[in-house]
T-cell receptor, first 115, second 113 residues
């Protein structure tokens, strides 16, 4: 089946530093990737939608300068949390949409802790 | 009013019970319906996928969609402790809203041995 690899699975960083999270579709091409944020015992909150080769579309209230998204190829998207602060601590999940089957596959998530 | 409503639970059942999970929605344009299972600190995994109305069965899982009532269900037969997880319904319309899915709040299920 379709597999999405998300790295790192867990990261601890100091306040003020930047963190990059990678999302790769391993056995399919993804024209569209989605980035979510999830708080404990809550549902997924869509942050942005990225299409290969174009700028990401951010949801209302999401700071595009803080959460930089790059989707340079059909198999890779990255989320960079810039100048991270403790309030950015959360569980971040990516999802890739197969360009052929239109199926959605999720990564295993990244637990970000900013200290 | 949220586009998709799902009882967050938590729901606790004994092993072997039949579990019924439900979502209601307000957008009549929704045509694609999915159920995801999410274990703690993991990404969601697709359980069932249904297009438009009807039933779909896969092993112990049955998904039902009633578009006239804007109501979808997931039934789990002979529930097992390994089914303990959060279950999320998700849906999207036929027309392209960027392809993004609309999720319910998720129902936390615990199956006790």
């Amino acid at each position: 089946g379709a597999v999405v690899s998300q790295h790192p699975s867990r990261v601890i960083c100091k306040s003020g530093t930047s963190v990059k999270i990678e999302c790769r579709s391993l056995d399919f091409q993804a024209t569209t990737m989605f980035w979510y944020r999830q708080f404990p015992k809550q549902s997924l909150m869509l942050m942005a939608t990225s299409n290969e080769g174009s700028k990401a579309t951010y949801e209302q209230g999401v700071e595009k300068d803080k959460f930089l998204i790059n989707h340079a190829s059909l198999t890779l998207s990255t989320l960079t949390v810039t100048s991270a602060h403790p309030e950015d601590s959360s569980f971040y999940i990516c999802s890739a949409r197969d360009r052929v089957t239109y199926g959605y596959t999720f990564g295993s998530g990244t637990r970000l802790t900013v200290v | 009013q949220k586009e998709v409503e799902q009882d967050p639970g938590p729901l606790s059942v004994p092993e072997g019970a039949i579990v019924s999970l439900n979502c209601t929605y307000s957008n009549s344009a929704f045509q694609y319906f999915m159920w995801y299972r999410q274990y703690s600190r993991k990404g969601p995994e697709l359980l069932m996928y249904t297009y438009s109305s009807g039933n779909k069965e896969d092993g112990r899982f049955t998904a039902q969609v009633d578009k006239s009532s804007k109501y979808i269900s997931l039934f789990i037969r002979d529930s097992q402790p390994s089914d303990s997880a959060t279950y999320l319904c998700a849906m999207r319309p036929t027309y392209n809203q960027g392809g993004k899915l609309i999720f319910g709040q998720g129902t936390e299920l615990s199956v006790k041995p």
